[in-house]
């Protein structure tokens, strides 16, 4: 393989041909032995007044030199360094400046002492190079106009901006503290299978692979849904898994072919005691993430005030001043949905199908506070309970924060002979037309006929959650590698 190396790399390729000809080649150092972090560095010596005597060993990332100072940073903080030629070996002082280059990862011993303008600064006795950088950094790495090229390589980015180290960091903080909260609520966490036989727990096209040693075709997961219900029909009355689920649909600012979300289900549980557990899991992670209000394309949102819980059909009666309780036939709700200019696919054309549609086209913008949405129509919530005191609907909601949603829930569908039912008529949609429609998955089905406890269940996307809590409006910003389209 011929590669081109522009002038940049080429000088310090041959910077590297040196140091091994010299038997210095960092990339035979195996390890570090630091005294401290950049960051405890930095909290010993806050009050520092005389020049240190105290030998420290650090290493990091060279982000900056000028002259004889520089900027080095790790993962926790960063620190201005310094050289004095007068008071290290010349060939010290040669190395330092003759192979040191901004972005080499280095190790650094000296003391602390402040600069007259009072910065921290290391003063260096020794240096060495533990990896050298064959490649530049970039001058600039930040804007809009730099969003792909940042996703694409995003090790750079990372060790370019800040903010977005601070993203991936609020990510794995959340990940923490939902297993911290769904623990601490008596919840198992568990894994299920990625690869299944049937398509089910959610409404979405699959990705499909193909076993060899079985000789059959698998779908990659769209939701762990179905598993975990299992489960609590096995005995447990409390689980939750965080995983990676897989939907071959379009790319957008909010949506990637794989992401993660986090599903629970607990027995005994109704669909007010799910909404409940929702809500406080948003306002536990915004009180320990500090971050009761963020903002969003200038729109504040306030995470801790109540929210808001409204029927879907009373929205819709809101907002577009169609009333679906009054309206019982399809004639009539196609003639709504004509006079609103709203396309009605041929496996749309029922009442359910429409009100959704309403909804979708003239609710959901109206969302910016947290808001729950229940009532869904039974068309298009194949594994929600019945609500029994409204014919046509469901025991099932979501929640829409600047209007996007965050998370689904529903009393959980526990009649074997209604969800057969259920499937069946996801079947004849898929016949129609509707690609996400489930599979009947009579295993499934086995399962609920061995008796599952009255069930509260939830799905809520981390991806989504993170965009929130990082106040960003794109998912490229909040998955460390996103999938792009070709170059």
Known sequence: MTRKFNDQEIIRRNKLKELQEQSKDPFTIESVKRTCSLAEFCKENKNIKKHGTKQYTIAGRVLAIRQTFGKIVDFGGSLQFYINKNKVPKSVFEYFKKYLDIGDIVE????????????????????????????????????????????????VDLIMNKESMDTFVIRSLILRYLRHYFDGQDYFEVETPVLNPKLGGAAARPFITNHNTLKRDY????????????????????????????????????HNPEFTSIEGYAAYASMEDVMKTVENTFKFLAKKLKKETVTIDGQKIYLTKKFKVIHMVDFVKEIVKVDFNKITTIKDALEAAKKHNIKVEKHQRSIGHILNLFFEEFCEEKCVQPTFVWGHPIEISPLAKKDYSREGYTRRFELFINKKEYANAFAELNDPIDQLERFEEQAREKELGNDEANDIDMDFVEA????????????????????????KTSIRDVLLFPHMKDK
């Open 108 to 155: 650094l011993k000296g003391t602390a002492f402040k600069t007259q303008k009072g910065e921290l600064t290391i003063d260096i006795k020794k240096i060495k190079i533990v990896s050298k950088a064959l490649k530049p950094l970039p001058e600039k790495w930040h804007g809009l106009q730099d969003e792909e090229l940042r996703a694409r390589h995003r090790y």
């Open 219 to 254: 779908f990659l997961r769209v939701a762990t849904e179905l598993p975990l219900k299992k489960l609590i029909v096995g005995g447990f009355e409390k689980v939750y898994e965080i995983g990676r689920l897989f939907r071959n649909e379009g790319m957008d600012a909010t």
């Open 448 to 471: 609920l006929e061995y008796a599952m406890p009255p069930t509260g269940g939830f799905g809520i996307g981390i991806d989504r959650l993170v965009m929130l809590f990082a106040e």
